[in-house]
C-alpha cells in the first residue's frame, strides 16, 4: 500500500484516513508520533513511585503509553504510528453487525428482508458460486466456534486479572518484607487456584464443544445446471437449497422445510422428548414468512431429524435461513457463553462492602504511615508496613470463597437429578418467591386417558358419552379420529403426541406407511390408515374396496392456531375431505353456526369445569379440488365453514406429587400460579385440585373485550353452585380474591391498559389460553414488581419462559442437561422447584455467612496488626500462615459442607448485605472482638512478669504482647466461624455437618495446645512468649470462651431477637427503604376495593379507570358471526347457573 503523495497530510492535527476495502466500507486512521525524552523520564520515575504499578496500566492500554510518551507529528517525521481500523461492521457477541445506511444505524446482517411472502421461497434459484462466495464473506462459514482455549493463554489471562495482580503485587510486597513461608504458600495456593480454574474452564468448553455437531456432508443445489452436489456442511450459505437425507440427520443449519415431511427430535434445544412433525411451508403469495408463525415447517440446528418423508417430487427440500451462531441454537449457545448480567442485590452489596474495606484500609495506611514516621523509621519499613495493611484489610481469598455454596450446592443438586448449567443462578433461586408452572406434562401426567366421544348429530349433542370410541359406526366423527393426528412409524412403533396416540389406540385401527419406514416414498399418499383386519368394518358395505383412508396433507398444531388439520381421501371415493382438530373456542369461530347445538358452552363449561379437557372436531367436504391445490391451499382458506362434529373429552390426571409440592411451597408462602395454553376451566380444575386455588379462595376472570371498538373489562365470578349479588362479589374481593385471565384478553389488556396487568399478575393465579410469548410476559411483568421468579415446564412452548425466569427448570428425561433453561430436572416432576430453592437458599446463606467470616477475620486481623504496630511489633511468619492457611482457609472450605435444610419455611433469607441485621451482627461482633484484644493487651501490661517490647530484628517479634494478641484472635476467628454458621430454618443444624465440626475441634485444640502446653520448639518455631504461669495461661482460654459466649449471645438474641433487631428493622425498612412494586400495587388494588360503592357496575369502573382514550379496533365479525361470538363468550365466561338437569346425570 502506497503512503506516499497526497495520501501523506503535513496536518499535525488531523490523522491520515486511507481507504482498506470499499466494499467492506473498512478504513485506516493513522496518526504519527514521535518520542519525547522528558517524558520518557517521567515515565520511569512514575514506574519507581508506583512500584511497576503504571507500567502494568500502559500493557493494559498501549495507546495510553504512545500518547504519554510521544508527541504527535508529520508521518514522514513519525517514528510510530497509531493505527485505527475505521468499519462500517462489528461482532459483538459472535455476531455481525453491519451499517445499515437507510435507516442510519447498525443492525444484525440478516438475509431474510421484513415481508418476505411464503412463495418466493419457491422461486428461488440455486446459487452461483461467485454469490456463494460473497455471502460466505458477508455471513461467515456455517459454523458454530467454541474454542478450547490453550491452556497458555488461560493461564496468561488469569495473571493479568485484578485479583491475580494484587496477589502478585503481595507476593511481592512479603517476599521484600522476608514472609518466605507465608508468601510461597500463598503462591501455591494461587497456582492451584490458576490450575483448577484453567481446569474447570476448559472442562466447561469441552462440554460445550461436545454441544455442537461435527461438520457433515451436506447435498446442496449450486450452479446454473441446477444439479446437486456434496458439500461440508460448513460452507452452507443462506439462500442454498439442501437436500434432507431419508435417514438420520443432525440438522446443521436453520432451514424451511419446501417439501416433504420430516420426524424431528428437538430435545436439544427445547427438552421436548416427543418427536415433531414438520411439514412443507405453504406456497402462499398472500402470508409473509415469520419464524414465530412458521416454526412448524421449520429444521433448527442442532436437531435431528429422525425421518424424513418424501413424495411426488422425489426429494425432500429445505432453503438455508441462518448460519453459524444466527441460528437457534447458536443463540442458545452464546446465552451460555455471553451470560446476561445478573443484577443480584447481595453481588452487589459484596463488591460495596469491598469497597468500604478499600476506605478502612487507607485510613489504616494513613495510621500507619504517621506512627512509623513519628518512630522514626527505615523509608524501607515505613512502605512495607503501610502497604502490607492492604493485603491484611482486603482478603485476596474473599472471591474464591464466596463460590464455595454455590460449588456444593450444584454438586448437591446432582443427587436429586438436577444438572446446573449457570451455577450463578443458584444463589438467585434462594431469593425466589413466585414459583410458575406449566400444567400439561409439569402438574399433569403427560399422557392422557379418553373419557369418551360426545358426538353432535343435526346441532344437538347425543344423550350419552361414548367411551369407547371403537364403537361408533362409520362417520366423518369416526374418520376424523383415525386421521387428525400427527402420529408416524418410528422402528416400527407407533409415535407421537402422548394424546394422539390414547385417540387413535381408542378406535382400534392401523396407521400405515406406505413402504417400511424410508422406502418407497414416490406415493400421492404417504400415510393411509385402515380399521382392523379382523374388523367388519374393513370394507365397504357395498363393495369389496378396502375401506382405508389416506392422509394427503397434515396441517400441524399451531398454539397461536389452537388447532391442527389433515386433508384425507378414502379410498373408492373422488372428493377430499378435512378433518380439523382444536380448541373448542376456536373451532366454534371456524363452524357453521347451522351446525353449532345451542348448549355448546353449557356442554363444554360442564365437562372444563371438572377438570377434563375437551377438543372439539369439524370436518368440511372440499369436493373436488385438485391434489395440486389441496397442496397449495392456504390453510386459512380451508379450515372455515366446517360442519361440527363433537367434543373429544380426555382426563388429565395429576401426578402424584403435584398437590403435595404445591402445598408445600404455599405453607411457605411462595405465590403459585399457573401459565398454559390449556383451556381456562380445565386449568381452574385443575389448580383446585393441586390447591392452588383454596377452599378459602374466590376467583373472578378477567375478561377484556374489544367489539366494534368497544373496549370494556370486566370481572365476573367463576362458581357454578350459586349465583352472587352485587354486594357479596364487593365483600369477596376484599378477601381472598384471586384472578385469572386469558391469553386473548392478556393481548387486549397490553394494548390497551397496560397498568391492569400488574394487577392481575400480583392477584393471579391462572394464566390460559396463553401463547409461548403470553408466558415470557407474564414472567417479564412478575419481575418488574419484584418478584424472584422460578418457572417450571417441560416442552418447546416454555423454553422462552424458561430462559427469562431467574430459576427456569426444565423437565427433561433424554439430556442431562438441556440448554433450554439454567437447570434440568430428570426427573418428571416438580419436586426439583422445592430442592433447587432449598440448595439455593443454603446456598445463599452460606455466601452470607462467609462474607461475615471474612469481613470480621479481616477486621480482627486489621486490630491486631494496628495494635502491634503501636509498639513497632508484628506477627510473625508462621503466625500469619497459621491464621491464613491453618484458620481462615479450612473454616472457609469446610463452612460450606452443611447441608439445605429439609423444609421450606416462610421466612425468607436476606439479599442485601446493607440491611440491619448483617451489618449490626459484623458490628456487635467486631466491637466484642476489639474490646476483647484491647482489655487482655492491658491486663497483661499490669503482671509482674510483663516485658515491654523493644526493636532488635526485623525477623524477631517474640514478645507478651505478640503472644496475647495472637492466641486471643486465635479463639476469635473460630468464633467467628461457629457465631455466623447459621442452621435453621435455611441450612441443618451446624452438628450435621461433620467434617466442619472436626475442623473446629481441631483448631481449638491446636489453638489449646499453643496456649496451654506448647514445647519449647514450637514456641520459638511460632514466635510465641508464653505467661510463665498455668494459671494465666488458662486465663487466656477462659476470656476466649468469655468472649465467644458473649459472641454467640448477642447474635441469637440481639440480632436475630424477632422482638427487638427484626421488629426494628421492619420499622426501618418502612421508613427508609423502598416498597417492592408488587406491595405498592397489592396496597393500591385493596384502596381501590375499598372506595367502591356496592354496585358491580362500579367494580368495573374501577378496573376501567385508567383506560385512556385510545384508537379501538372494528370488529371483523358478520353480524350472525357476531352475534353467535357474543353469545360464545357470554356462555364461557359468566355461565354461573346450575347446569340444567337433562344433562346432569347423563354425561358422565
Known sequence: MDFTGRQISEDLEKPVCINLNAEKHEKLSFTGYAPVKWRIICLWILTVLTVGLIRLVFYWKPDWSLKFTHSIVALSDAKNMLIKVIRRFFKHEKVKFIWDTESLKFSKVKWLKKDVKCSEFYDLKPIKPIETIERQKLFGINAIDVHVTPIFKLFYTQIFNPFYVFQIFSVILWYNDEYYYYATCIILISAISIIAFIRQTRQIERRLKNMISPMSVVTVCRGDDIQFQEVMSDDLVPGDIIEIPKGGFIVPCDAVLLNGNCIVNESMLTGESVPVMKTPLPNLNSQSFNMKDHSKHALFSGT?????????????????????????????????????????????????????????????????????????????????????????????????????????????????????????????????????????????????????????????????????????????????????????????ELCGDPMDLKMFESIKWDLEEVGEDNEKYDMLVPTIVKPRATDKEAKDEYNDTPYEIGIVRQMVFSSRLQRMSVVTRTLGENHFNLFTKGSPEMLYSLCNVKSLPQDFYDILYFYTKRGYRVLALGYKDLGRMSYVKVQKCAREDMEKDLHFLGFLIMENRLKIETEEVIRE??????????????????????????????DLDEVYMVHVTDFNGDVKVELAPIDENKEENKDQIISNLRKNVRLAI?????????????????????????????????????????????????MCGDGANDSSALKMAHAGISLSEGAEASVAAPFTSREMNIKCVPNVIKQGRAALVTSFGIFKFMACYSLTQFTSVTILYWIGANFSDFQFLYIDLGLLTTLSITYGYTKAYTALVREKPDISLFALTPILSIVVQIIVIISTQILVWFYIKGQPWFTAYKFQDEADYVCDENTAVFLISSFQYVSSAIVFSKSRPFRQPIYTNYIFVTNILLVLALNAFFTLFPPKSVQEFMGLQIPPTLSFRFLYVGIALASFLLCYLLEAFVVNSELLCKRIEKKVEEKLSKPTEYTIVENKFDKELKKLPLSTDTLVNVLNSELSTRQRHASNFSSERSESYRYAVEREKFTVDVIDSRIDSTLL
Not at 398454559?676 to 390447591?691: E, H, I, K
Request: hydrophobic share 45%; glycine share 6%.
Open 304 to 492: 435431528k431429524v429422525v425421518q424424513a418423508r418424501y413424495f411426488c417430487e422425489g426429494k425432500v427440500r429445505a432453503v438455508v435461513l441462518k448460519t453459524g451462531f444466527s441460528t437457534m441454537k447458536g443463540k442458545l449457545i452464546r446465552s451460555i457463553m455471553f451470560p446476561k448480567p445478573i443484577n443480584f442485590k447481595f453481588t452487589q452489596d459484596s463488591f460495596k462492602f469491598v469497597g468500604f474495606l478499600a476506605i478502612l484500609a487507607a485510613c489504616g495506611m494513613i495510621f500507619t504511615l504517621v506512627i512509623m514516621i513519628r518512630r522514626g523509621e527505615t523509608v524501607k519499613r515505613t512502605i512495607l508496613r503501610t502497604l502490607d495493611l492492604i493485603t491484611i484489610v482486603i482478603p485476596p481469598a474473599l472471591p474464591a470463597a464466596l463460590t464455595i455454596g454455590i460449588s456444593f450446592a450444584q454438586s448437591r443438586l446432582k443427587k436429586f437429578n438436577i444438572f446446573c448449567i449457570s451455577p450463578t443462578n443458584i444463589n438467585m433461586s434462594g431469593s425466589v418467591d413466585c414459583c410458575c408452572f406449566d400444567k400439561t406434562g409439569t402438574l399433569t401426567e403427560d399422557g392422557m386417558d379418553l373419557k369418551g366421544v360426545l358426538p353432535c348429530k343435526n346441532s344437538k349433542f347425543s344423550p350419552t358419552l361414548h367411551h369407547t370410541p371403537s364403537s361408533l359406526e362409520r362417520s366423518p366423527l369416526l374418520s376424523a379420529l383415525a386421521t387428525c393426528h400427527s402420529l408416524t412409524i418410528i422402528n416400527k
Open 665 to 694: 411451597l404455599q405453607f411457605a408462602n411462595f405465590k403459585t400460579l399457573m401459565i398454559t395454553g390449556d383451556n381456562m376451566l380445565t386449568a381452574l380444575s385443575v389448580a383446585r385440585d393441586c390447591s392452588m386455588i383454596s
Open 742 to 790: 386469558t391469553g386473548k384478553s392478556w393481548n387486549l389488556a397490553r394494548i390497551y391498559c397496560p397498568e391492569l396487568l400488574d394487577s392481575v399478575c400480583v392477584r393471579g393465579v391462572v394464566f390460559a389460553r396463553m401463547l409461548p410469548e403470553q408466558k415470557v410476559e407474564v414472567i417479564e411483568t412478575l419481575q418488574k414488581l419484584d418478584y424472584y421468579v422460578s
